[in-house]
């Protein structure tokens, strides 16, 4: 066992931070002020590969393993919340699936252009009366001749409007089994502009206010025979492989968001002076930032490791939701104690450590909230 990092990896990771700290950072605080998603930056990530790192070069991509995904989105969200999971859904929601689940013409349709950047991507699972219970989809999908015929709404979309593709998943009918009616669930590649799509209400929202949720329109939305998604009525798996494969790139953010406060803690208690000292030398800030430090580093090994088991394995849920679980909840921990080591200053808005609390938050709640990871946890353990 190595837990060195690679040349390789450490070349990709100086190259993130470069362009985190050079790009993003400047940026940042007035992201979050104006509550505007941040096309420049994404424009620029996109020429720098940012967007396709894990897809294979034969279809446009980077060729990267996940650890080098992961480490992307762990440096962005050191600054930016925001900016970080814009990769992670484009990546791990839309990207993901296309690349597993697509059949050869998908992939060569969709994935070009969504690893140059050139188009966005976005997960569309979520409807009111189904967040935790995902099974509970009203948007129905009917095949009518050689299109499927598109009817609902799905809310709190990541990405949307921005994107130009959407996963979108709906019921295409019920099926009988063991006696009990159960919902038939699939999954569809959806364009932006298609007729009978469109976006309604966007979220306003406590943290990662430059990201674009939006709210998805279906009414008698067609879309081609073509543009279902792996087998009928396997949507509900692929929705669920594909957030186990999500729930890493949240990990990532949630830890890079932990470790961006962190590192600004540090900087602010060895400036700030009181009773004649830094408030680093008392020893109350010493043994909390040690804590801080442990829990982010072990936080780490968890989110690294999921990276790589998905690598290596066909199975990953578990490795994911630790590493979420525990990533996420350090990250509302790490930020929280963030913001008492700045004293009022880490309450006002000019210092970066009170939007990374805000940021965090939502980190224990989408993609499956902390209580889903602790059922795929524990339901493993006990089966
Ligand atoms: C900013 C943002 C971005 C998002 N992006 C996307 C996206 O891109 N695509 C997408 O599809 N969705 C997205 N979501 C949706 C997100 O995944 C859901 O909000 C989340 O899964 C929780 O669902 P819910 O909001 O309906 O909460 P609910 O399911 O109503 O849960 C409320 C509370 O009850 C708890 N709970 C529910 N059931 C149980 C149970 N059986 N046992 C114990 N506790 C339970 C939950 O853990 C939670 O604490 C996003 C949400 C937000 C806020």
């Not at 859904?89 to 689940?101: E, G, K, Q, R, V």
């Not at 095949?143 to 609902?152: F, I, Q, T």
């Not at 990250?331 to 009170?354: C, F, N, P, S, W």
């Not at 938050?361 to 209580?371: C, H, R, V």
Request: contains cysteine; neutral net charge.
């Amino acid at each position: 066992m190595d837990f060195a990092l690679s040349k390789k990896h450490e070349m990709a990771r100086t190259l993130f931070k470069e362009f985190a700290e050079n790009e993003v950072k400047p940026l940042a605080q007035d992201v979050d002020e104006t509550e505007q998603f941040p096309k420049e930056t994404a424009e620029k990530m996109a020429k720098n590969g940012f967007l396709g790192i894990p897809i294979p070069k034969e279809y446009g991509g980077q060729g990267c393993d996940p650890l080098t995904y992961v480490m992307c989105v762990e440096e962005l969200a050191k600054v930016c919340g925001t900016t970080s999971v814009i990769v992670s859904a484009h990546t791990s929601l839309c990207c993901d699936p296309i690349m597993t689940y697509g059949t050869e013409e998908q992939k060569k349709k969709y994935l070009p252009d969504l690893a140059s950047g050139k188009k966005l991507g976005a997960f569309g699972l979520t409807e009111p009366g189904a967040g935790t219970d995902a099974q509970g989809q009203q948007t129905k999908a009917v095949l009518d001749g050689d299109e499927w015929v598109l009817n609902g709404s799905k809310c709190f979309i990541t990405n949307g409007k921005e994107a130009d593709v959407y996963i979108v998943i709906a019921v295409t009918g019920i099926i009988e089994k063991r006696g009990r009616k159960l919902k038939e669930i699939s999954a569809f590649i959806v364009d932006k502009g298609t007729p009978g799509f469109s976006f309604g209400t966007k979220e306003k929202k406590m943290g990662i206010r430059g990201s674009s949720t939006y709210e998805l329109i279906f009414e008698d939305c067609r879309i081609p025979k073509e543009n279902l998604l792996g087998k009928q009525g396997k949507g509900f798996g692929i929705a669920m492989h594909t957030l186990d494969g999500g729930r890493i790139g949240i990990a990532s953010q949630a830890l890079g968001l932990a470790e961006g406060a962190l590192e600004a803690t540090i900087e602010y208690v060895k400036e700030r002076k009181q009773f004649g000292r830094t408030i680093g030398q008392f020893q109350n800030t010493q043994f909390q930032l040690a804590d801080m430090a442990t829990k982010v580093e072990a936080a780490k090994l968890l989110v690294y490791k999921a990276a790589m088991a998905k690598a290596t394995q066909k199975v990953y849920s578990v490795e994911a939701a630790m590493a979420k679980l525990y990533a996420a909840e350090v990250a509302m921990e790490v930020t929280t104690k963030a913001v008492q080591l700045h004293g009022g200053y880490g309450y006002i808005r000019e210092y970066d450590v009170e939007r990374m609390m805000r940021d965090a938050k939502i980190t224990e709640i989408y993609e499956g909230t902390s209580e889903v990871q602790r059922m795929v946890i524990s339901g493993n353990l006990l089966k």
